[in-house]
């Protein structure tokens, strides 16, 4: 699936005051013209709150799938029960969702979907199509990770959106993500998170930025990362009052070299288990049930095999 709403995706932070500026009293549910936003049917289930032109029952998949997915974040992440609601906007349709952003938001290029997140209102802006699903568990994520925290990094907000994006029987797994880091692989691409981290705004972020965001998260919560695991969560909570101005990468605790062979260990390890006889099966399964001859598309720094399973449950 080609990504339609990468270079804009977060107005958080440093970006909403700039946003702010250049539209005042237009991004705010409470300033902007409520003209043409969907009203006429609502859903209210804990911190979700949703306004679609379209009904929508509280038991439907859509909005079960959604209060699964603010429950895993939370749990997954540690993270307390959200503090502020997130308020999805569902358009019934890709012209009035277009036309509604153009007229309100008229800076933004066209997306799928938006998250714009400001002090009065954390909002997600989408419409109903084939894609909806994706689209909502990634910005609704966005906004329940900005309704607990402040002033999270940009790579970091964009690593945990694309972490919980897939649906929960992927168990975290992007295809595309994996597909194009191995490629990229191939190439002589290496990870470098102190790189990320010097991006500080949305317009800075490649397509090969949100794929690394995505394998550094998966990595790093992977819970057989006993070590890494707990510090990056740690670091997580340390925004649950304000920025934290130290670097992960400095928190971190490995030379730049080794948390990198991390990430290419993981991604090979992914590799094997995606080329093996059952091909895009479920990533929990464990890899002493992959053919032993099967082909992966990268190898290991230094050739070197593992047999650790992916856990985060």
Request: net charge negative; with cysteine; charged share 25%.
């Amino acid at each position: 699936m080609r990504r339609l709403r990468w270079p804009v995706a977060w107005l958080a932070g440093a970006a909403v005051a700039l946003f702010l500026a250049a539209f005042p009293g237009c991004v705010t549910h409470r300033g902007q013209s409520t003209l043409d936003l969907p009203d006429a049917h609502h859903v209210r289930l804990a911190k979700l709150i949703i306004h679609s032109d379209v009904p929508v029952q509280e038991d439907s998949p859509l909005v079960r799938d959604l209060a699964a997915l603010r429950v895993d974040i939370l749990s997954t992440l540690g993270l307390p029960e959200c503090r502020r609601p997130v308020v999805i906007y569902l358009f019934e349709n890709e012209p009035r969702y277009a036309a509604y952003m153009r007229t309100n938001f008229p800076r933004l290029p066209p997306r799928r979907a938006f998250f714009i997140g400001t002090p009065s209102e954390l909002a997600v802006y989408a419409f109903r199509g084939d894609q909806m699903l994706i689209d909502l568990r990634h910005e609704y994520t966005h906004g329940v990770l900005h309704a607990s925290l402040k002033g999270l990094p940009l790579w970091l907000d964009e690593a945990l959106a694309e972490f919980f994006e897939p649906p929960r029987e992927a168990n975290h797994v992007n295809l595309e993500h994996l597909e194009r880091l191995a490629a990229a692989i191939e190439g002589g691409w290496q990870p470098d998170l102190a790189r990320l981290e010097q991006l500080s705004d949305v317009s800075e972020m490649q397509a090969l930025d949100y794929h690394e965001a995505w394998a550094w998260a998966y990595t790093l919560l992977n819970r057989n990362r006993t070590q890494q695991r707990p510090l990056l969560i740690s670091y997580i909570h340390s925004h649950r009052d304000g920025a934290n101005s130290k670097p992960f990468s400095q928190k971190l605790g490995l030379p730049a070299d080794e948390a990198n062979r991390l990430v290419l260990k993981q991604i090979a390890r992914l590799q094997r288990r995606m080329n093996g006889p059952h091909e895009r099966r479920s990533a929990e399964a464990d890899d002493s049930e992959s053919d032993p001859d099967a082909a992966a598309s990268i190898r290991l720094p230094d050739d070197e095999e593992d047999d650790e399973v992916d856990a985060f449950e």
